[in-house]
């Protein structure tokens, strides 16, 4: 095991999948046989398992169930996990292993402040690479190009990633939204047209405006 690490180091692993958790246990173990690991496989077991053992590390897979494993595994409970685990434990080292990277755009200022360690991993990425950026973490690195290069590309204002959820996850016309958020109509419809504007959606002939914006925001993971 690298010196720099804690003797009693423990890595929690999040994941639904039994297949993907026992692959990524087994990397893990040839790597530090002398770690503790803990599982979970929920987005419920994961906040259990951090209060009660304090994990050094947690490799997170983004999109799983909130409660138990009948639910469908979604990335928004994953994101409400790790928002969470950066407010109450900002020291705490993190690898999230996803293959919804565009969705961490929703948290990127969270991500950006962060204390501890903190690692992106691609699902599609060997599992040296993975290695690579587990070890990363622990050692209170980061390692988040993929979520800066999107970033670049799309700074999203937390209003209207509030103006998507509305409109998409609950249904709201624009009147409703307006009365939500405590603005005004002219004010929500001054949101679109940025929002609009930075997922690169604009009228074309035959296509609903409103579908087209849904789709380029799921697309960017702005929205499940």
């Known amino acids: 095991m690298n010196q720099d690490l804690p003797e009693d180091l423990k890595i929690l692993v999040v994941d639904d999948h039994d297949i993907v958790l026992d692959g ?45 494993l009948a639910q469908e595994p979604k990335a928004k409970y994953g994101i409400q996990v790790l ?12 690898t999230v292993q996803t293959t919804h990277v565009k969705t961490l755009i929703r948290i990127k200022q969270q991500i950006d402040i962060h204390q501890g360690g903190f690692t992106i991993v691609d699902k599609k990425l060997a599992s040296r690479e ?33 103006v998507l959820k509305l409109a998409f996850e609950e249904g709201l016309q624009d009147r409703a939204i307006a009365e939500r958020i405590n603005v005004s109509p002219r004010t929500v419809l001054h949101y679109w047209t940025k929002i609009r504007d930075v997922l690169g959606v604009y009228s074309e002939e035959g296509k609903n405006l409103r579908i087209q914006t849904e789709i380029r925001a799921r697309e960017e993971g702005l929205i499940d």
């Open 83 to 94: 928002r969470e685990m950066m407010q109450c434990y900002p020291e705490l080292n993190l």
């Open 130 to 162: 993975m290695l690579v950026r587990v070890n990363l973490a622990l050692q209170g690195a980061t390692h988040t190009r993929d979520l800066r290069a999107l970033g670049r590309s799309m700074e999203f204002r937390p209003e209207w990633t509030n």
């Open 24 to 68: 990524t246990l087994s990397n893990l173990k040839e790597q530090y046989p002398e770690a503790e690991f803990l599982i979970a496989r929920t987005a419920r077991e994961t906040r259990n398992q951090i209060e009660r053992s304090q994990p050094h590390l947690v490799i997170f897979d983004l999109s799983i169930p909130e409660d138990n």
